[in-house]
Each structure stands twice: as C-alpha cells, then as structure tokens.
C-alpha cells in the first residue's frame, strides 16, 4: 500500500505541477516594425484672378491692370454625317433618301447576287458590280436630287435628295 500512496502522491504532484504553469506554452512572436509611409501631399488650387476690369462709360480709368488678349472662339466645323441604304429583294431601303450636304450615303448590298448604283442621268454617281455582302459609299457634295438605279436589273430605282 505504501507504493499505492507514493505513486498517488507523484501523480498528484505532476498534475499540480502542469496546472501552475510548469507545462508548455507556445512561443509569443515579437512584434514587427511597419514601415511609415510618406504622407499624401493634396495639390492647392489657386482661384485666377481676372486679368482685366472694365470701367464705366465715362469714367477714367485708373491705372491699367493688364492688357486682355482675346482669343476669338474657334468656329463649329459640321460633323460628317451618314446614312445607309440596304439593298435587299432586288429593292434599295428605303427606296427615297433625304440628306444634307456633305454625307455619306452607303449602300450594302444583302442579296445574293451583285448590283451596281448607277446615276439615271450618268452623273458621277457609279459604282462598280457590288457582290453580296460588300458596300459602296458616296459622299454627296453638292445639292439636288440624284435618281439612280441598278445597271444589272434596271426596275431597281431610288432617289437621293441633297438639301443645303
């Protein structure tokens, strides 16, 4: 019974021991240095002062501040415009077009078979055979209405009417 006892105590003794603080204990790391960032500078903004006053009429000016340079405006230029015309069941889409100067009107051909757009009066409105698929583009320079029609099925027609 004495080994009973002496093996109780040991046990005990190791179970104090653990619950004290005697037993394993994972190491803490250490802290790190983050670096410091440089600070974030803002551009200032400076409110431009006026760089000529006007004076009422007949009143005399006081001293001059600067002298104004104006810059005329630059003046609109038209965007080029366009328009398309589909040519499908041996018809041109749609068959009356109306434009303004200086557009480009694109025929696309979607028949299987080619076409060509031909001036009625045989102006400079020609195209060459257009195949299936592929397109002609004419930009209209002058105003006036331009009848055309198709060389290769000639009850093909359309008009274009160019306004100023």
Known sequence: MKHAYALFA?????LLFGCIGGGYQPPVPSPTAIPSLPPIQTPSFQ????????????TPAATPAQSATTTPAPTATPAAQAASIEIHGFAFNPNSLTVPVGTTVTWTNRDSVPHTITSDSGGTLASPSVPSGQAFSYTFTQPGTYAY????HTTMHGTVTVTP
């Open 149 to 152: 029609h198709c060389s290769i």
């Open 47 to 58: 409110t431009p002062t006026p760089v000529h006053t006007q004076t009422p009429a007949g």
């Open 10 to 14: 040991i046990a005990a003794a190791l």
